[in-house]
């Protein structure tokens, strides 16, 4: 898509949301049925949506907190839900209608005290802390938040109690569920009023932060961090991990500067995005564009989205591209964490850089390479057997330094942290680590642009045979590999991979849009990138007629 002229510059007041209409329409719209944009859908982060476009009201969640409770009940698990939030206006509302289903379904819900915002990591870690040593009772959990979606946005995702994003297995059963509930004018939930939920014996209110917090010391090195005596800062976007901050110094004796501590759920403070829109995105360049020009102020910056999943890091050179840091993350994390299981894989996504490839090899690794979703990690951190995990979309978790699980979902929090980790016991920001692996192993020329694709097209694209790409070269070189399922766990990808010795590409479909996305790399330049898309659209859309 083409750049926006607005791109990284500060959101005018015409695009900033209507708050008021944005509650209005939560709890007053009644989404129509007959409308497939206007059922519960639950991709790889639960189901999102606004309730401007009657896709993200009081009567999704009603039904989805409803079906939640039924699932429980089918599957046995009778322990306590924990429920974190993020800052996105509907957050709050959408959260207190949860609060009331579950209360009138006797479910045992934790939630921050004083009507806080408690980010996604923290309440994955909060279950698999819970559920440690147990075989029953086990906990769960409910994150209200659409990541770094725009601020009319609305998101609620549920984690079962292996603490990360739920297998395809539960999101459809919930989804089915909340959609016939949702026909059925949620005649078959169960409600309490808000005040008595919030009243009633299950409901706890408790504190998220101080366990997190200081748990912390035992995934990164802390005392390096506060020992170096760097200059650091963070933008926590105006999100659920702006809270965390002010603890976090004061634990470990830090003095890491958060030079956006405010809490707007417009948003008012963003730069826009590529597209001109407001997205909280901390891997974007226009979005992160104030973080950016503070970097000569700070030995490394760094940021998280709303619900503190997804990093950004900033170092003297701008914005690491996402790739790039996750393989500086991994080669560090594999020569600096002794008690890790030795036979542990590192885990990534088909679509995230060939540099991580090239890294885990170097270091006698083996490679766990997965479709698209996080959740195809949570098997391996949950039992060891792989370290690290990470998404080219800027997401990424990893075991403790004793080699036992800490989140299996994303947590961007550990990420950032990660950075002035690797800055104070080496002398080196992530960038200048970067620098250096691509004298040692090439350099990376990666790139995803989006494509116009009907429904029809996009549905044959999610279930492309490797035979249906019959080249045999790929931008001047013979393609080694033409592939529809992941490597690492033989599970469908939902679109196509073709590689070559220098390069290749990927191509899936949207799930709410009428487009497909092509990822791309090249260890060769900027031309070869360039004629590798170029060929990778030919052939999907010769793959597609």
Not at 222 to 250: E, K, Q, S
Request: hydrophobic content about 40%; charged content about 20%; glycine content about 10%.
């Amino acid at each position: 898509m083409a750049t926006s002229p607005l791109a990284g510059q500060p959101a005018p007041p015409e695009m900033l949301v209507d708050l008021t209409r944005l509650e209005r329409d939560y709890y007053e719209r009644t989404p129509d049925v007959g409308d497939p944009t206007q059922l519960v859908a639950f991709g790889t982060s639960g189901h999102r949506g606004s309730s401007l476009r009657g896709s993200f009201t009081e009567a999704h969640i009603l039904a989805i907190t409803q079906a939640i409770c039924d699932y429980r009940r089918s599957q046995g698990i009778d322990g306590p839900l924990y429920m974190g939030r993020d800052t996105h206006a509907v957050s709050g509302p959408a959260q207190r209608t949860a609060l009331e289903v579950l209360a009138a379904n006797d479910v045992e819900a934790i939630i921050q005290r004083d009507d806080g915002v408690t980010p996604t990591p923290v309440i994955s870690r909060a279950i698999l802390v819970y559920n440690r040593g147990r075989a029953a009772h086990l906990a769960d959990g409910i994150v209200v938040t659409p990541s770094h979606n725009p601020p009319e946005d609305g998101g609620f995702k549920y984690n079962p109690p292996s603490g990360g994003p739920a297998d395809t297995d539960v999101t459809h059963w919930v989804q089915d569920r909340a959609n016939e509930l949702l026909r059925a004018s949620n005649a078959g939930v169960r409600r309490v009023p808000y005040a008595t939920a919030i009243k009633a014996g299950s409901t706890h209110q408790d504190d998220f932060v101080r366990p997190y917090v200081e748990d912390l010391k035992n995934i990164v090195d802390m005392d390096a961090i506060r020992g170096a005596g760097l200059t650091l800062g963070v933008d926590p976007l105006g999100g659920a991990g702006a809270p965390y901050w002010a603890p976090i110094n004061a634990a470990y004796g830090l003095d890491i500067d958060v030079v956006n501590p405010v809490i707007d759920p417009r948003f008012a403070f963003m730069t826009l995005d590529y597209d001109g829109q407001i997205r909280m995105d901390c891997s974007s360049p226009y979005a992160m564009a104030r973080l950016v020009g503070l970097k000569d102020r700070y030995r490394v910056a760094f940021a998280n989205d709303p619900d503190a999943d997804r990093h950004g890091i900033v170092t003297a050179a701008g914005l690491m591209n996402p790739n790039h840091y996750l393989a500086v993350a991994i080669h560090y994390l594999l020569t600096s964490r002794p008690r890790w299981p030795a036979r542990a894989a590192v885990g990534k996504t088909v679509v995230s850089s060939a540099m991580i490839d090239r890294v885990v090899e170097k270091r006698g690794r083996r490679l766990y390479e997965v479709p698209v979703g996080f959740k195809w990690f949570v098997p391996g951190l949950l039992d060891g057997s792989q370290c690290f995990g990470g998404e080219e979309s800027a997401g990424a978790s990893f075991l403790r330094q004793d080699g036992t699980v800490w989140t299996t979902d994303k947590d961007g929090l550990i990420m950032v942290l990660l950075a002035a980790e690797i800055t104070a016991r080496t002398g080196k920001d992530p960038g200048e680590h970067y620098r250096a692996l691509t004298a040692e192993l090439g350099a990376s020329h990666y790139t995803r642009i989006d494509a116009p694709a009907t429904p029809a097209q996009k549905a044959r694209l999610g279930k492309l045979a490797p035979e249906a790409v019959t080249e045999s070269k790929l931008a001047g070189e013979p393609i080694t590999a033409k592939l529809t399922r992941a490597p690492g766990n033989d599970a469908p990808i939902g679109g196509l991979k073709v590689i070559a010795a220098g390069g290749w590409f990927a191509a899936r479909p949207s799930g709410t849009e009428n487009i497909y996305k092509v990822y791309a790399e090249s260890f060769k330049s900027p031309a070869h990138l360039d004629a590798i898309v170029r060929e990778a659209q030919a052939m999907v859309e010769s793959a597609l007629r």
